[in-house]
């Protein structure tokens, strides 16, 4: 029984350990870096700014929803709509026009990128809708999918 446990929460903790606390602490560690980057999507230093402090928010808040089972539903929802919107604003890989040629691609890296935050969007998607509909979730969206609980017998 502990032991389902401790699986589940290793799971839930691969699925957000790009965020929490990496992805979160480079955004502390490395601000000033962050927000030039933002600059790219937004050149206002003060939208760039709020932006990364956003970012740094969902980073830290969601990942502790999905790993204590705190509406993690929605936690993980946020999270599949945050990694969409970064793939779309900073993995553009159709912008550099190298994506066919031989060797060396800025594109296709970009491209490799693109596709792991859509997949990492459906993993966080199995979390909000697992074992319940679209209605139930809308229904209750601050529930909690009781991740620590025992299952049911399936046989």
């Known amino acids: 029984m502990a032991s389902g446990v401790a699986v589940t929460f290793a799971v839930r903790y691969l699925l957000v350990v790009l965020f929490f606390p990496f992805s979160a602490l480079d955004k502390v560690l490395n601000f000033r ?16 700014r709020a932006l990364i402090l956003a970012g740094l928010a969902v980073e830290i808040l969601m990942p502790l929803g999905i790993l204590t089972g705190t509406a993690d539903r929605l936690a993980a929802l946020v999270m599949a709509g945050y990694c969409v919107v970064t793939a779309l604003l900073w993995k553009r890989f159709w912008r550099p026009g190298d994506f066919w040629r031989a ?53």
């Open 33 to 48: 870096g962050a927000v030039a980057q933002a600059r790219e999507v937004a050149p206002a230093e003060g939208v760039a």
């Open 103 to 155: 060797g060396e691609s800025q594109a296709r890296g970009l491209f490799w990128d693109f596709l792991k935050n859509l997949s990492l969007a459906g993993g966080f998607l199995l979390i909000t809708l697992g074992g319940v509909t679209v209605g139930e979730f809308l229904a209750h969206p601050f529930a909690s999918s009781h991740p620590y609980t025992q299952p049911q017998d399936i046989r």
